[in-house]
Each structure stands twice: as structure tokens, then as C-alpha cells.
């Protein structure tokens, strides 16, 4: 049976010791499957990785996950199309309605690795202190919630998810003042008691390195004639045909 086959090139470049590009093919009944008796988010990276045909080996640990959030609608337009609709309210009038979503509408950034480290140091305008930060694998990412899962269990948090984001940023800091930090502890106590301007400023660097698809379409209302700024999202049309 001829299937269609198609490469793409990976956001991460290869950052993390991965593929800088992949061959997928369409999503079949395997993968709804997948979709359908998964519990949880973690069928997408399930279902990405049981499309991706070549490299074979490939090791989602090594994408980052803007990579994977990517392949997913490149798997979405190569399974059935670009477009499907969603719900959007118009923040002008609050009418809400039914809009059509199109992939190709969408851009997307490969990461440029070329004075990467220096795009990732940043000087906190109220504190003074220079932290270089650096940016985690989807393997990372996944060690960061399975810690924060365990330690749950062991009812040493009280607050999981206020833990779990400052755990994260701390992951990201790898030196303050040129010193490189391996104690989480010690990172964490000392994003915690940062000026928010200066905590705003390091999730600024993070934010602002292009790398990824960004899922923008712009909308008219169908009653007040405004464009709205859309961002399409994997709702449940996303899996299957108009």
C-alpha cells in the first residue's frame, strides 16, 4: 500500500543530540487508537513518534518539545489538510463562532545555534546579577514532571504546580554571575526572592529565542468586522476530517 511520506526539518536543530530533520507519514487507525485511550497530553508525543519513519531510532528525550508541539501539525496537514475548525470569541463584541483554522497560514522558526549561549545571557535590570540560562529537552522536561510526581507522593509539596513552574526555571538557570549552579535548592530559593521585573526578564530570554511553529491565523468577525488575532489549537476536529 503507497502511503505518503514527508521530511521535515526539526525546529531544535539538533540541539539536544537529535535528528535535524524527520520523515513522517499519515496518522492511521494505530494512532487513533493512541488518541483515543490515552489518559492523558502524552499521546501527542506518542503518536509523533510512531509517525516519524525515518530516522527509526529517532529518541523523542532528544527533541525539544516546540519540535514535537510542531510535528504535530505537520502530521495534522499530511493526515487530512491543512484547515479545521475551531471555536473563537471576538473580544470586541464577545459573539462566539465557528472559524476555520489553516496550518499554511502558520509560520515556523528553526533554531539558529550560532551564538546561542550568548543569546541565552541576561543582565537583571534591578538586581545587576548576570544569568546565563540554557534550554531543556522534552527527555528534561519529562524528568521535571516525574520528580514533581514523586514528590507529590511523598506529600513533600504543598503547592505542586507553584513548585513544578519555579522548578522548571531553575532547571533553565545554568550559572548566576558566572558561577555554575548544580544545587536545585539553592536556585530555586534564589528565583523566588527575585524582583519580578527581574524574574520577567529572564522568561523574556527564554520566550524570545524563535524556534518552533506559531499557530497565529487572523480572523474577521462575523459581526462587527474586526480582526482577532487566533491561535489554532489541537481541539478535537484537529484528529480527524471536516
Known amino acids: ?20 530533520e524527520v520523515t513522517m507519514r499519515p496518522m492511521t487507525t494505530k494512532e487513533e487508537k493512541i488518541i483515543y485511550t490515552s489518559r492523558d497530553m502524552s499521546f501527542i508525543e506518542k503518536i509523533v513518534k510512531s509517525c516519524i519513519v525515518e ?20 502530521l495534522r496537514e499530511l493526515t487530512f489538510g491543512p484547515n479545521y475548525r475551531q471555536k473563537m470569541q471576538c473580544p470586541y463584541c464577545d459573539l462566539k463562532q465557528d472559524i476555520e483554522i489553516d496550518i499554511t497560514e502558520m509560520t515556523y522558526d528553526v533554531l539558529d545555534l550560532d551564538g546561542l549561549d550568548e543569546k541565552l545571557k541576561v543582565t537583571l535590570p534591578v538586581c545587576g546579577d548576570t544569568i546565563q540560562l540554557k534550554l531543556l529537552s522534552q527527555g528534561e522536561f519529562n524528568e521535571i514532571s516525574e520528580t514533581i510526581k514523586r514528590m507529590n507522593r511523598q506529600n513533600k509539596l504543598s503547592d505542586p504546580e507553584g513548585y513544578e513552574y519555579i522548578y522548571r526555571f531553575a532547571k533553565m538557570v545554568k550559572a548566576i554571575n558566572e558561577e555554575e549552579k548544580t544545587d536545585i535548592k539553592e536556585v530555586i530559593s534564589y528565583l523566588e526572592n527575585l ?18 511553529i506559531n ?13 482577532v488575532e487566533v491561535f489554532g489549537a489541537a481541539v478535537p476536529e484537529f484528529f480527524r476530517t471536516n
Not at 58 to 72: G, Q, W
Open 215 to 227: 499557530t497565529l491565523n487572523i480572523r474577521t468577525c462575523k459581526s462587527c468586522g474586526e480582526e
Open 1 to 20: 500500500m503507497e502511503t505518503l511520506e514527508k521530511t521535515y526539518k526539526v525546529p531544535s536543530a539538533g540541539l539536544f543530540g537529535g535528528p535535524t
Open 195 to 212: 524582583n519580578m521585573r527581574d524574574f520577567g526578564t529572564i522568561k523574556n530570554a527564554l520566550s524570545n529565542i524563535p524556534m518552533g
Open 55 to 74: 530516522p527509526k531510532d529517532v529518541k523523542m528525550s532528544e527533541l525539544h518539545p516546540n519540535d514535537i508541539t510542531y510535528l504535530l501539525y505537520m
